[in-house]
């Protein structure tokens, strides 16, 4: 029987599936159970209930955004209650100086809860995302809606995004199987691409001409503020895209060793959400 937190979320769903179609027993933590719209079969718990979630439990999935202000008192449930594994996913950039990490500005923190978790004495395994592929989303949809072209900064900044179903099958394999146990894993797509070379990739399935137009970085910071992005996120991604654009994107192959396929390219992530660009 496996745990999972954070299940409704970006990762959560797809990890609640492949979990499932692995044959795996599965409970779920959401603050809404009523609203969830879990998969038949998954028994659904809301945070107050952890203790009895917890019971008879195998393996544990911390999420980073779900567990963060009560990570302690989750590990410590969950020694317990003799959970046998945890698997906590944090980011890529986990490691980085903390005033670097765009997210922390929004309230992640990812570097606390994987520390916490491979501190706990349980036996664990970290996973550790690039950017996810469907960040695109946000980013560009509500301007496509409007015309072909996407107005941004740093059209030469290249990253491997990474699908989501992606980090889930990582995720599911590390609770599945103790072959990973005390690893910390950076997982990312397959190849990195520039966001002047993702936007025409959208394009191309959707059927649309769709292109990049870069602006300068001042003004297109002023504009995600104006649109309601916090101002030290912004400044600290503004600052990312700047320091990455002078060193080769990191690329591993952690996630074709793991599954012993080829990670999801660009073009299939946006292939499985095609419907979502219109
Ligand atoms: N986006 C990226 O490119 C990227 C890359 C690498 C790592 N990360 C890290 O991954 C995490 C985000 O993962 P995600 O996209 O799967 O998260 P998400 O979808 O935003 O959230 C997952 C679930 O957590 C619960 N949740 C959200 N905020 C919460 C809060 N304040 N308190 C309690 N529960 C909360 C929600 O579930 P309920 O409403 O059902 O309770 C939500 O469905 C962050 O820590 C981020 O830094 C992100």
């Not at 602006?215 to 297109?220: D, G, L, Q």
């Amino acid at each position: 029987m496996y745990l999972v937190t954070g299940a409704t979320g970006i990762i959560g769903r797809p990890l609640v599936e492949e979990l499932l179609s692995g044959g795996a027993e599965i409970r779920a933590i959401t603050r809404d159970p009523q609203q969830a719209g879990f998969p038949v079969g998954v028994e659904t718990f809301a945070p107050e209930a952890i203790h009895t979630a917890l019971r008879g439990i195998h393996g544990l999935f911390v999420h980073p955004r779900a567990a963060k202000d009560n990570t302690d008192e989750l590990l410590r449930l969950a020694a317990e209650q003799g959970v046998r594994k945890v698997v906590v996913m944090s980011a890529i950039n986990v490691d980085d100086d903390p005033g670097q990490q765009p997210s922390r500005y929004n309230g992640d923190r990812n570097a606390e809860v994987e520390r916490a978790v491979t501190a706990s004495g349980l036996p664990w395994v970290a996973v550790r995302p690039s950017s996810f592929a469907i960040n695109t989303l946000g980013m560009w949809r509500g301007q496509l809606a409007f015309g072909d072209t996407v107005r941004g900064p740093y059209g030469g900044f290249a990253e491997a995004v990474i699908h989501e179903r992606d980090v889930a099958a990582v995720i599911a394999r590390a609770l599945l199987d103790d072959a990973l146990l005390g690893r910390r894993m950076s997982i990312t797509g397959p190849e990195a691409l520039r966001l002047d070379e993702m936007v025409p990739i959208i394009g191309a399935a959707i059927g649309r001409p769709l292109r990049f137009q870069e602006v300068p970085a001042e003004a297109a910071a002023q504009a995600m503020i104006r649109n309601g992005l916090g101002e030290q996120f912004v400044r600290a991604l503004m600052a990312r895209y700047r320091r990455e654009m002078e060193r080769p994107a990191t690329v591993t192959t952690e996630v074709e060793t793991i599954l012993g396929r080829p990670a999801r390219g660009f073009a299939d992530w946006v292939a499985d959400h095609a419907g979502a660009w219109s």
